[in-house]
């Protein structure tokens, strides 16, 4: 995981965020019935599998092509094999806050502060 927050730092990324998560496969009917205490000492002797999932958001298509391609490397190539995880894509159709948005906006306000403007009295 470390190798991958930091190719996709290399590559321009602002921002990455990571959680903790288990497939559903990974779920057995068990695990719903043990205490609290018991699901703890269960996932410590590994009966568990935890992955982790890295969720970033990137403004150009070309850089999802980019991170997706050295991304697939840092997996061991090809991703269609068995337990090399899964990398998608989802629209996001709107966004508040975070370093990408504050980014947009500054680029979006440094482009409207150099529009030449023009007049009929100038």
Not at 27 to 50: A, F, Q, R, T, W
Not at 87 to 95: D, L, N
Request: no cysteine; aromatic share 8%.
């Amino acid at each position: 995981m470390a190798q991958v927050l930091y190719k996709i730092k290399q590559l321009g990324i602002r921002g990455a965020t990571v959680i903790d998560s288990m497939g559903a496969s990974a779920i057995s009917k068990d695990v719903y019935n043990i205490p609290l205490i018991g699901g703890l000492m269960k996932s410590m002797d590994g009966d568990i599998h935890y992955n982790k999932t890295i969720f970033s958001v990137i403004e150009r298509e070309e850089q999802v092509q980019n991170v997706m391609k050295h991304i697939e490397k840092i997996l061991g190539g090809d991703m269609k094999k068995p337990n090399k995880g899964i990398m998608f894509v989802v629209p996001v159709t709107h966004m508040r806050g975070g370093e990408l948005n504050r980014h947009i906006i500054s680029r979006e306000n440094k482009k409207f502060m150099s529009q030449e403007f023009t007049s009929e009295y100038y």
